[in-house]
């Protein structure tokens, strides 16, 4: 979906542990060069190539991918968008999330209570091979490579011009981004829509809520006309009413 001049909201629809699951990484772009906001879950290559045709946006203009933050769902295609890119990809996250994009430690949430939760959760219906193949995936998580560390506060020309905002909670390292020119606040997991409402991370997903919540106060100051959550798509509400009170922990 295209959302204003430089940026478009992808909608990725992949199969999860049984169902169709939807995901809503952003494409920045100023006519010349790309950059993707997340890489969706392994095998999802392809899809981002016809998803970038759709945005009229060539595959060889990709230069950048910026990583949010290390959960799999955001990691996933990574190593694949690196072996089978045209150019060289330039690759940026947060410097907390870069031992874990790259392999040097475990995914934070992949601790041996969570994988049995996940098998436990997976339908009977699941064939074996399946199976066997997400719980692998799982425990080996893909490895990426990370070339440029960022901390919160960076101003990056990607389409047009963003800025990169730390906010913790959902992961230690978990950055959102202010696209100035359209007034676009991409979200990542900071925020969820549900139901066409504004919503605060996913409490299930989410190992500290408290901080999680306090760094909404950092979008106080943002002039938003939509945000674009990575979980829910897109919100054109009254944006900066809704934020205030989520950070106060209104439901």
């Known amino acids: 979906m295209h959302i204003a001049k430089g940026i478009d909201m992808l909608e990725i629809s992949v199969q999860v542990m049984g169902g169709t699951e939807t995901i809503y990484p952003t494409l920045l772009w100023d006519g010349q060069a790309a950059t993707l906001v997340d890489t969706g879950y392994p ?59 790259e392999g040097d430690k475990m995914l934070l949430k992949h601790t041996p209570e969570a994988l049995a939760a996940a098998e436990a959760m997976l339908p009977p219906t699941v064939p074996e091979e399946w199976r066997h193949a997400f719980l692998s995936v799982l425990a080996h998580p893909p490895k990426g490579r990370v070339d440029q560390t960022l901390i919160g506060g960076e101003r990056l020309p990607c389409g047009g011009g963003i800025t990169v905002i730390h906010t913790p909670g959902h992961s230690p390292g978990h950055l959102s981004l202010y696209h100035q020119a359209s007034c676009t606040l991409i979200a990542a997991d900071a925020l969820t829509v549900r139901g066409g409402e504004l919503y605060g991370p996913d409490a299930a997903a989410t190992p500290d809520m408290a901080t999680a919540l306090a760094s909404l106060q950092k979008f106080a100051d943002l002039e938003i006309r939509q945000v674009i959550c990575y979980h829910g798509g897109l919100y054109r509400g009254d944006a900066g009413r809704r934020i205030a009170a989520l950070s106060q922990g209104e439901a």
Do not use: C
Not at 47 to 52: D, E, H, L, P, Q
Not at 77 to 89: F, G, H, N, V
């Open 43 to 101: 095998g999802l290559l392809s899809t981002f190539r016809v998803a970038m045709e759709e945005a009229s946006v060539p595959w060889n203009q990709l230069r950048t991918i910026l990583i949010t933050h290390q959960d799999l769902d955001h990691i996933g295609s990574l190593p694949a968008l690196l072996e089978q890119a045209e150019t060289e990809l330039t690759v940026l996250a947060h410097e907390i999330e870069k031992p874990y994009i």
